[in-house]
Nanobody, 123 residues
Framework: QVQLVESGGGLVQAGGSLRLSCAAS????????VAWFRRAPGKDREFVAA????????YYADSMKGRFTISKDTAKNTVYLQMNSLKPEDTAVYCC????????????????WGQGTPVTVSS
């Protein structure tokens, strides 16, 4: 089993920044990637970004490129999502997920999920 705990969400004004953290514990060696997904009110869950535990591979949804940056600290088993130039449409619950991913952008690639951290961007 792998446990994931997110933190760093909150209320921010449009144009502001937040950094989310995802701390992983347990059998993380059974996973090869961590991803962030988000679910906005009334919408389906969508892929945000993913990073490989080994190597430098990162993946982003097109709408997040240039504003969001995913990074990792393997010594701490923690993945970060730096979000800049936030917009009201970024308001959502952000969840991290881990798994032995074949396709890093697909929800089905991730077996373990955190509870999520809410992000609200005011206009």
């Amino acid at each position: 089993q792998v446990q994931l705990v997110e933190s760093g969400g909150g209320l921010v004004q449009a144009g502001g920044s937040l950094r989310l953290s995802c701390a992983a514990s347990g059998r993380t060696s059974t996973t090869n990637a961590v991803a962030w997904f988000r679910r906005a009110p009334g919408k389906d869950r969508e892929f945000v970004a993913a990073i490989a535990w080994v190597g430098s591979g990162t993946y982003y949804a097109d709408s997040m490129k240039g504003r969001f940056t995913i990074s990792k600290d393997t010594a701490k088993n923690t993945v970060y999502l730096q979000m800049n130039s936030l917009k009201p449409e970024d308001t959502a619950v952000y969840c991290c997920a881990a798994g032995a991913a074949l396709v890093f952008t697909h929800m089905d690639s991730y077996r373990y999920w955190g509870q999520g951290t809410p992000v609200t961007v005011s206009s």
